[in-house]
């Protein structure tokens, strides 16, 4: 029906006739002549229609926005002084010889110019209209290509496209599951995966060597500003592996990625510890793009005469830390409150601070509600965190679970508000996480799945389990976790050794991942992977602010779908097929019983 | 860990030092010498263990089936003898230098070799055994590269992979449902979709323009011997097009297919009408390999005296067919039992025949229970099914409906039975369906689902839509239905003709397309599309008897896993977040209340 997509019309095509299908993205009457912007999902056309074309004229005389039009004619130069340099079509226009209506289109609920002006449910709720939009178009088609790249690469490195069940049991990552009533099984209930996790391990046992799978997860967990009920993962796992074959493998599957897609070289993959990330950035996931640095003081904090630094400077888990901000002495007092403030969503109880005004003065030339108390090491604590003139500095003391948190996510913060990013792209692998966090009363659980390999041997893990490492690494870019993975456990009595250590009983772990136990005794090989998330990875690449830009049809915050209105009520009848009642509804019947 | 996949060697490597890891496969201990043939998912190579090397071989001794070992060792050629040209490494061995063993392995429940001899349950409980079958191992390799081949084209003729929700409303297919409880929104439930067709009808609307997808798709259905609960299409959409545009994309994507992966050129696709393939194949996906017809007789036995065939010749829903099938005439009484018995299967009440003894000697050459009845018509039938010397003539006499399917079965049995087939691949394009079909009270429902456009004006198809056609298509090969698809309703005034036709009031339609019904008002161009199963496009592929076999995971019949045993028992807690109990349950407790 048509000859060219309205974006890839260009100078070379003048005095051809073309044919065009598309939207009527604005229409203009100027000067006895109608002027239709012709759109679709490559670009924007400008169409002609004069009223020499009687029966064309007509037609473009109804066309309203939004209306569906053919249209037909020949490309010439526009008039000199009318081009749009802008627009990659903006030199040429075409001049309609017919003009057809495929579609008319009612008055859309908001001008695609203006959606700005209309709230995200109004947009939501008619997401074929918002897709439209031109960025939106380009948002899906950059994610398209980047599955394909990835794809692409993947099978050249001989990984297998391998799908997993979707209605299977509950996997082990420990968020809650979605569940799916069996009709066939009254009484039981499939769980919608959280992650492939034990599919892949089982798939290097039955030997396929490599496999990778572009999935589907689902999480029924209550929605943070940047997640969703169901996301898609980038899933891979491979036999007689060691970590740095995996990290090798998807660095330079991420490399290529950004290279072919972006156009972008990415610099090297740094790797830093886990407890490094945490001590100098506050972060398992630091943003690299940002020169700020948390400075441990513990030991000068020790002595002075203010117990809201000395006392956790002294505690064992305690923590004082300095973030110095270069050039940043001009903040105001209110700028200090607003991040004093946003520091407390975190848990700190406050925000000191030293503004550096003239160093060369000594005490005299700082300016700060606390340097009073610390005379005593002021120098020493301004020559560590290398103060200069118009510096400020800001302290967190508390637990060190807190200031690391506190400062981490105020490091991230004074990044964005000052613009102080370094370089586009800044990524980093994470590595030598501990293989176990404990809760408050120091209960162990996994900081991954309780199927990541300890780097130390079944009797040192057990003699030492919270100090154990595992061999556990994450992808980080710019300061969001794009991917992670770990080597497995692939021998029975390791993995009796961590269940031991979690407190899950030899029952426990057979009802749960008996067959994966199983498995383990009948000949698994080393093995490991790793897993990205798909729609962070497009988020980052296209600039987005959010996920749910880069879904072609997202939920909401509660978890539900204003286009179609899901979930949904159902009959009667299909959940007595179900086997189960409303919880509601049962009650109301059993009182009238 | 390993320079080679077992595999990949070959008598170029002779005298190279390689490495390897893999699963033993076989063990024999022969002339004090171990040979161990080690197995990777690229094949097997034969290792030999000498015990000179005595450390290497104190570790091959202990090594049983299914350990996990990594061998390093010299490429020689195999002695004179002892070469085993049938095996693509079959003229080498490796003479390990080292042997370690990775991991042990409990004797397996079935040995590789003998899975036959256990029930299927067993090799799906124990699926990564199974699945360590060098041809399980094959039959999934394909089915990735089916996959990537697929995409590959599809994204090479602009196609954008686009994901859809899996978390959704009920789809008009009209299976049953499977269903999630949402605990966000208590007493609703999410349908897993049927298939992505009002998401992709939707992308149409938004401007995507041409839209595919590898979905993974649900329904709640009592499995037959070929479904599974769960199941992988190829969908596809695209705007501004006619059926031809799609039959020509998607044919041309299944001939590089057969032509890339299988190195197989298919033949031309014929095109068939719908009421030519039930007419002359009483099939709506003829296997066109047999070269086997129905050829209607209905005007001469209108004219015997036989009232079982006289009656439904002139019924108006009734038809008398014949099934010539050269050479059959030996076929003994039993036989043809058997085959009565086979269309019983169908509601036929019986199988007539005729064998064609000597055709020269008239009335007297044949031989046949029926033939004195038809003695006035004999020789204008003969000559109409073409007759000759050897031959046998079946029958059927019902109504049409169960003549087709009756006729149209036996003729697939009688092409599988007699191996009749011409040629290995015969695919085959449908067209021309009927939109509706009736039921015995004469109400119309839709042949494919209440989107597809009628090839008829909205005024044409109110005055008689039982007979409309649809502008639909399906594509089949060797008898099986690869896909289907039509042109989509893009204009909502026909949209209301057909569910007015199908006695959907406004209401109901609101409520269960409404949001589709609102996109048509804002611009739908006109799409169409066409979706694939890919399991049985695998299955066809990969030469495999059930759609099992090319799925990593697959159900029982009983919609269960033996594997993971899903689904599976959840807790109170759990139910309870999801306002439901169990209709069991729920009873029990009032009683108690």
Same mark, same amino acid.
């Given at each position: 029906?048509?000859?060219?997509?309205?974006?890839?019309?260009?100078?070379?095509?003048?005095?051809?006739?073309?044919? =065009?299908?598309?939207?009527?993205?604005?229409?203009?009457?100027?000067?006895?002549?109608?002027?239709?912007?012709?759109?679709?999902?490559?670009?924007?056309?400008?169409?002609?229609?004069?009223?020499?074309?009687?029966?064309?004229?007509?037609?473009?005389?109804?066309?309203?926005?939004?209306?569906?039009?053919?249209?037909?004619?020949?490309?010439?130069?526009?008039?000199?002084?009318?081009?749009?340099?802008?627009?990659?079509?903006?030199?040429?226009?075409?001049?309609?010889?017919?003009?057809?209506?495929?579609?008319?289109?009612?008055?859309? *609920?908001?001008?695609?110019? &203006?959606?700005?002006?209309?709230?995200?449910?109004?947009?939501?709720?008619?997401?074929?209209?918002?897709?439209?939009?031109?960025?939106?178009?380009?948002?899906?088609?950059?994610?398209?290509?980047?599955?394909?790249?990835?794809?692409?690469?993947?099978?050249?490195?001989?990984?297998?496209?391998?799908?997993?069940?979707?209605?299977?049991?509950?996997?082990?990552?420990?968020?809650?599951?979605?569940?799916?009533?069996?009709?066939?099984? *009254?009484?039981?209930?499939?769980?919608?995966?959280?992650?492939?996790?034990?599919?892949?391990?089982?798939?290097?046992?039955?030997?396929f060597d490599r496999y990778y799978q572009i999935a589907k997860c689902f999480r029924d967990e209550d929605l943070r500003a940047d997640r969703q009920p169901e996301f898609t993962q980038i899933d891979l796992e491979a036999s007689f592996v060691s970590e740095e074959d995996i990290m090798g493998i998807t660095e330079a599957m991420i490399r290529q990625l950004f290279q072919e897609v972006l156009d972008v070289e990415l610099p090297e993959f740094p790797r830093m510890t886990?407890?490094?990330?945490?001590?100098?950035?506050?972060?398992?996931?630091?943003?690299?793009?940002?020169?700020?640095?948390?400075?441990?003081?513990?030991?000068?904090?020790?002595?002075?005469?203010?117990?809201?630094?000395?006392? *956790?400077?002294?505690?064992?888990?305690?923590?004082?830390?300095?973030?110095?901000?270069?050039?940043?002495?001009?903040?105001?007092?209110?700028?200090?409150? &607003?991040?004093?403030?946003?520091?407390?969503i975190y848990g700190a109880k406050g925000l000191a601070w030293i503004k550096v005004n003239e160093r060369a003065k000594g005490i005299e030339g700082l300016q700060s509600p606390i340097v009073k108390f610390m005379e005593n090491v002021i120098e020493e604590l301004l020559d560590r965190v290398g103060a200069e003139d118009g510096d400020i500095i800001f302290f967190g003391a508390d637990k060190a679970k807190v200031v690391n948190e506190a400062l981490g996510a105020l490091?991230?913060?004074?990044?964005?508000?000052?613009?102080?990013?370094?370089?586009?792209?800044?990524?980093?692998?994470?590595?030598?996480? *501990?293989?176990?966090?404990?809760?408050?009363?120091?209960?162990?659980?996994?900081?991954?799945?309780?199927?990541?390999?300890?780097?130390?041997?079944?009797?040192?893990?057990?003699?030492?389990?919270?100090?154990?490492?595992?061999?556990?690494?994450?992808?980080?870019?710019?300061?969001?976790?794009?991917?992670?993975?770990?080597?497995?456990?692939?021998?029975?009595?390791?993995?009796?050794?961590?269940?031991?250590? =979690?407190?899950?009983?030899?029952?426990?772990?057979?009802?749960?991942?008996?067959?994966?136990?199983?498995?383990?005794?009948?000949?698994?090989?080393?093995?490991?992977?790793?897993?990205?998330?798909?729609?962070?990875?497009?988020?980052?690449?296209?600039?987005?602010?959010?996920?749910?830009?880069?879904?072609?049809?997202?939920?909401?915050?509660?978890?539900?779908?204003?286009?179609?209105?899901?979930?949904?009520?159902?009959?009667?009848?299909?959940?007595?097929?179900?086997?189960?009642?409303?919880?509601?509804?049962?009650?109301?019947?059993?009182?009238?019983?």
């Amino acid at each position: 029906m048509r000859s060219h997509y309205c974006g890839q019309l260009n100078e070379t095509l003048v005095d051809q006739t073309v044919s =065009l299908c598309g939207w009527v993205h604005r229409r203009r009457d100027h000067g006895g002549v109608i002027f239709l912007d012709l759109r679709d999902r490559d670009g924007i056309a400008q169409v002609v229609v004069d009223p020499d074309t009687a029966e064309a004229f007509a037609t473009a005389d109804r066309a309203r926005s939004e209306y569906v039009l053919r249209i037909s004619g020949r490309v010439r130069l526009r008039p000199e002084g009318t081009q749009n340099p802008k627009m990659p079509t903006g030199l040429i226009e075409v001049l309609a010889k017919e003009v057809e209506v495929l579609n008319t289109a009612a008055t859309p *609920p908001f001008q695609l110019d &203006e959606h700005g002006r209309v709230g995200e449910e109004v947009r939501l709720k008619h997401r074929y209209i918002d897709l439209r939009r031109p960025e939106m178009i380009e948002k899906l088609r950059l994610r398209s290509r980047i599955s394909h790249n990835v794809r692409d690469f993947l099978e050249g490195q001989g990984f297998l496209d391998i799908e997993t069940p979707v209605l299977t049991r509950a996997t082990p990552e420990g968020a809650r599951d979605y569940l799916v009533p069996s009709r066939t099984h *009254p009484g039981s209930f499939f769980a919608l995966p959280q992650s492939p996790q034990l599919f892949k391990q089982l798939l290097m046992v039955a030997g396929f060597d490599r496999y990778y799978q572009i999935a589907k997860c689902f999480r029924d967990e209550d929605l943070r500003a940047d997640r969703q009920p169901e996301f898609t993962q980038i899933d891979l796992e491979a036999s007689f592996v060691s970590e740095e074959d995996i990290m090798g493998i998807t660095e330079a599957m991420i490399r290529q990625l950004f290279q072919e897609v972006l156009d972008v070289e990415l610099p090297e993959f740094p790797r830093m510890t886990w407890a490094d990330a945490m001590h100098r950035f506050g972060s398992d996931k630091p943003d690299m793009r940002i020169p700020l640095m948390l400075v441990d003081v513990d030991d000068l904090m020790q002595q002075v005469d203010f117990q809201v630094f000395s006392g *956790p400077a002294s505690a064992a888990d305690g923590r004082v830390a300095a973030l110095k901000v270069p050039g940043g002495g001009g903040m105001s007092r209110k700028v200090i409150d &607003e991040y004093t403030k946003f520091v407390g969503i975190y848990g700190a109880k406050g925000l000191a601070w030293i503004k550096v005004n003239e160093r060369a003065k000594g005490i005299e030339g700082l300016q700060s509600p606390i340097v009073k108390f610390m005379e005593n090491v002021i120098e020493e604590l301004l020559d560590r965190v290398g103060a200069e003139d118009g510096d400020i500095i800001f302290f967190g003391a508390d637990k060190a679970k807190v200031v690391n948190e506190a400062l981490g996510a105020l490091r991230v913060k004074l990044g964005e508000d000052l613009n102080l990013y370094t370089q586009p792209w800044a990524p980093l692998w994470v590595v030598d996480f *501990p293989m176990f966090e404990a809760d408050d009363n120091g209960r162990l659980s996994p900081l991954h799945h309780p199927f990541t390999s300890p780097s130390c041997s079944p009797e040192e893990l057990k003699e030492n389990p919270a100090g154990a490492l595992s061999r556990a690494y994450d992808m980080v870019l710019n300061g969001t976790e794009l991917g992670g993975g770990s080597i497995r456990i692939h021998d029975q009595a390791m993995q009796s050794t961590v269940f031991e250590i =979690l407190g899950i009983g030899e029952e426990e772990a057979r009802e749960k991942f008996g067959f994966l136990l199983d498995a383990l005794h009948y000949g698994a090989p080393p093995h490991g992977g790793l897993a990205f998330g798909l729609d962070r990875l497009v988020m980052l690449m296209a600039g987005a602010r959010t996920i749910r830009e880069v879904i072609a049809f997202p939920k909401t915050q509660s978890a539900g779908c204003l286009l179609t209105d899901a979930p949904g009520e159902v009959s009667a009848d299909q959940l007595k097929d179900l086997n189960i009642r409303l919880r509601q509804k049962a009650k109301a019947e059993s009182g009238s019983e």
